[in-house]
């Protein structure tokens, strides 16, 4: 099985940097997702890490430490818009490969 | 362009009524899977399609059933006997071929069903 922690609620200010962790426990690993998920709407594909290190893209960047169950997405200069939801998400290796999904990270951004 | 379209976006049914959710994608896309979304849960697998004429339980699937009679088509019935049935339901697909272990899932835009 999978377990997959992320804190509820984070809170932060514009133009401000956050970082939201994720931590899991698995089997098996073969990758590991983020997701943005404004309220109502469908979650959108931000990152995908199988190796440790860090990938940039644009203002978002997303780490991941196999060793230690750890990842973490970064976002710099933040923005109202960025107020949403963020959800890890652990692809196993083995078996269906189908992601499980943490609970999800709501994001509040202030002026 | 490509997508997946969930419909309706909004859905109210009667206690004891069965329901069905649409779900069409025009992506290509070989898996297709249903999640249902709580508030303070994360998104919990219902059903999952790797290929046409296949499906697979999920973690949730007691009161659920799926078809996949079309690539494009995996709807989602709702029956009776699901307890809680009132959520938010997602739909997804993605590439299924080499490399696949990468690839994303691409999300409709769901449907809010209420069970009064």
């Known amino acids: 099985g999978q377990n997959i922690d992320q804190p509820t609620e984070m809170t932060a200010t514009e133009g401000a940097i956050v970082q939201i962790n994720c931590t899991y426990q698995t089997s098996g690993f073969n990758g590991l997702f983020w997701y943005q998920q404004h309220a109502g709407e469908a979650p959108t594909f931000l990152s995908y890490n199988v190796l440790d290190g860090l990938e940039e893209k644009g203002r978002f960047s997303s780490f991941l430490s196999r060793s230690k169950g750890y990842s973490y997405l970064l976002l710099k200069e933040l923005q109202m818009k960025d107020s949403a939801s963020y959800l890890c998400?652990?692809?196993?290796?083995?078996?269906?490969?189908?992601?499980?999904f943490g609970r999800g990270t709501s994001l509040i951004v202030h002026p | 362009d490509g997508g997946i379209t969930q419909s309706p976006k909004y859905l109210f049914r009667k206690e004891g009524q069965n329901v069905t959710l649409s779900c069409e994608q025009n992506l290509n896309h070989d898996a297709m899977y249903w999640y249902r979304q709580d508030p303070g849960q994360g998104l919990r697998l219902i059903y999952y399609s790797q290929i046409v004429n296949d499906f697979q339980k999920g973690d949730i699937a007691e009161g659920y059933s799926v078809s996949r009679e079309k690539k494009e088509s995996f709807p989602l019935t709702v029956t009776s006997a699901q307890k809680n049935p009132t959520a938010f339901y997602l739909c997804?697909?993605?590439?299924?071929?080499?490399?696949?272990?990468?690839?994303?899932?691409?999300f409709g835009n769901g449907t809010r069903l209420t069970v009064t």
């Open positions: 998400a652990v692809r196993p290796s083995g078996g269906s490969y189908i992601p499980t």
């Open positions: 997804a697909s993605s590439s299924d071929r080499p490399n696949w272990n990468n690839s994303p899932l691409h």
